[in-house]
Each structure stands twice: as C-alpha cells, then as structure tokens.
C-alpha cells in the first residue's frame, strides 16, 4: 500500500515539476488530473520493480566479486607469507622450500595465514581505490593530451592512468601492509630477540603502532610503498593493456573472452613485480624491522642491503611472488572487466 501510494506521488510530484517548467504542458481539468494519477499508479510500479531487479543483480555479482577476491587472498596467502619471511630474513632460509618447512615446524598451518585479516583489508580497499581512480585518471589523461571525453587511449596512456592512480591507493595500502607484514614476520623477530614476545593478534600489533609511533607509525614504510605502486602499475597496466591489444589482433579489446582476460591480467602482475621487486623487499625490511626501533630510509636501507648482504638480496622471496602473482592478478582483472560492463549495461539500461 505504501509502495503505491509512494508511485502515485512521486507520480504527481514529477508531473508538478514538468508543470512549472512547461505551463503548456498542465493538466487543465480534475478529469486529467485523474487519469495522470492512474496512469501513476498502472507505471510506475513495474519501473521501480524493474529498477529493484537490477540493483539485486548489481548487488549479487558484487557479492561474487568480493568472493572472489576473498578466495585470491586465501590462496595466495601462503606464498605472501613466505615471500615476506625471505625479505626480511634472507640468511635464515635457504630456498622456498625451506622456508615452507621451517614455517610449518616453527608455527604449524596456521602460520602461513598470518596477517590475513589485514591482507583482506588491503586487498579490498587497495583495488577499490586503485579501480575508481583508474577511471578518473583515464579522463585526467585525456585533458592533458587534448582528447575528448570518450576517446579511446593507447596502452601507453592506459598505463600512466594505471600510474597515477596507484598513488592514491598507497595512501590506503601502506597501514594494512605494515600490520599484514608485522604479524607475518612476528616469530622470526621474537625468536631472534629483537622484541619481546606478546600476543601477536592484529589488535596487539594496532595498540604497539599506536603507542610507540602514534597514528603516523602506521605510515612507515610510505616512500619505499609510493615507489613500488607508481613506476610498478605503470608496468602492471601497461602490460595488461599490451596483452589485450595482442589478443584482440584488431578487434576491440572489449570483446576478448575470459581465458585471454586472465592471461592477459596474469601478464601485468608478472611485469610488476619483475619491475619493482627490489624496492618492494626495502619496504617489507623497513616496515618490519622498525618494530625493534627506528628504520633507516629507503635510500638508507637499500644501500645497506646492497652493501652487507649483495644485490641478490634484493630479490629474496621472487619465487612465491611469480608463483602467486599470474593466477591471483589474471582473477583480477576477470573481476574488473566482467563488473565494469556489467555496471555499463545497468547505466545505459537507464
């Protein structure tokens, strides 16, 4: 009842508005009156009924994407783990390999999953962030180069967009790693007596940050995070949109199906990571090792690393990384296409 009569009104209130605007266009007589009322109530139901269908359907591939998403963190947790445990602590594991038997001996199964909270939140936040922006900066690009509004961009311009957006999802990344790294490194770091043992729960480390650094503590880490998300989604963006180029031969790039979508996505995680890899093991150092006092820079701990332990240092863990990185990313970007024409199709339904 309330449904209806909520038509019958907003029916009238339109009507009223057209009215204003257009006095030739009023209903003259109680009689039209009437009859706009009751072509009211026979409309407008099944238009906000059909309007409520298709934000369901909104809402249910939402759903499935955020599920989605959630079982790429679930599986790749593993390999992130053990990828931050060889960064930080390259001289105590000879190989992925050890790593993962010494993990399982040292803290059993559940150890691979530490900081998967954390890791969600970043996911989640991280490419929220990274795919509304990537949008905006495709138009900021666009006024820069002098192309309208709906004009196509090259690859090129498709990865500085990717670029410029990455900047503002490190402003959301940078906490949740510093605290997803922390939990994942904790017992390397209590066993070797560089801090005291505690709880090792996310809200123990969050109330650590808290009271040794303040809020800022969160943010440690920062620059070395700005320099791996800018020139590593240039790259990451670039050779997506490459890789979509080559499979669609000439045809455009939205018809491509899901299988060339994931290798193409795939692609883009590899180059990423090739690319920007020694400077992402800088961040992972600072950010845990800033636990047991203050952390030298990024320029400070780079040349540290390089000096005492060598270049190959610098390129500890790569191995679960690449491993992790095609399945998880070619997911991705599936995700990210298949939303982005679902949400075009709701838009131009309207």
Not at 16 to 25: G, H, L, M, T
Not at 57 to 75: I, Q
Not at 137 to 150: D, P, T, Y
Request: charged letters at 15%; aromatic letters at 12%.
């Amino acid at each position: 009842m309330l449904k209806t009569l909520f038509h019958g009104l907003l029916m009238f209130s339109v009507a009223d508005e057209k009215s204003a605007a257009n006095p030739s266009i009023a209903p003259s007589s109680s009689l039209e009156k009437q009859a706009l009322g009751e072509a009211a109530y026979l409309s407008f139901p099944r238009v906000f009924d059909a309007a409520f269908s298709n934000s369901t359907l909104v809402l249910e591939k939402t759903s499935v994407l955020v599920l989605g998403g959630t079982a790429c963190v679930l599986t790749g947790q593993p390999f992130d783990t053990l990828k931050v445990k060889m960064q930080t602590f390259p001289d105590l594991y000879r190989g992925l390999t050890d790593c993962c038997l010494k993990t399982y001996s040292q803290v059993g199964f559940r150890g691979f999953y530490k900081g998967t909270s954390p890791a969600l939140i970043a996911n989640i936040a991280e490419n929220s962030v990274l795919f509304m922006c990537y949008g905006f900066c495709q138009q900021v690009v666009r006024k820069v180069v002098g192309l309208e509004k709906q004009a196509r961009l090259s690859d090129l311009q498709n990865a500085a967009a990717g670029s410029f957006a990455s900047a503002f999802a490190a402003l959301v990344l940078c906490p949740t790693e510093l605290v997803k790294c922390r939990l994942q490194t904790m017992y390397e770091m209590e066993s070797s007596g560089k801090i005291a043992r505690s709880q090792n729960t996310v809200w123990s480390v969050v109330k650590s940050v808290l009271r040794k650094d303040g809020p800022l503590g969160f943010y440690h880490g920062l620059s070395s995070t700005l320099l791996r998300e800018v020139p590593g989604y240039f790259f990451f963006f670039g050779g997506y949109e490459l890789s979509r180029s080559f499979f669609a031969s000439g045809r455009s790039k939205d018809e491509l199906g899901p299988v060339p979508l994931m290798l193409s996505g795939g692609v883009g995680g590899i180059c990423l990571w090739l690319a920007v890899y020694p400077v992402d093991c800088v961040k992972s150092r600072i950010q845990v090792l800033s636990m047991s006092g203050k952390q030298a820079g990024f320029i400070g701990t780079f040349i540290s690393i390089v000096k005492n332990e060598g270049i190959t240092a610098l390129y500890s863990g790569l191995k679960p990384t690449m491993i992790r990185a095609f399945p998880a990313n070619g997911a991705l970007f599936l995700a990210y296409e298949y939303s982005r024409k679902l949400m075009m199709s709701q838009f131009e339904a309207y």
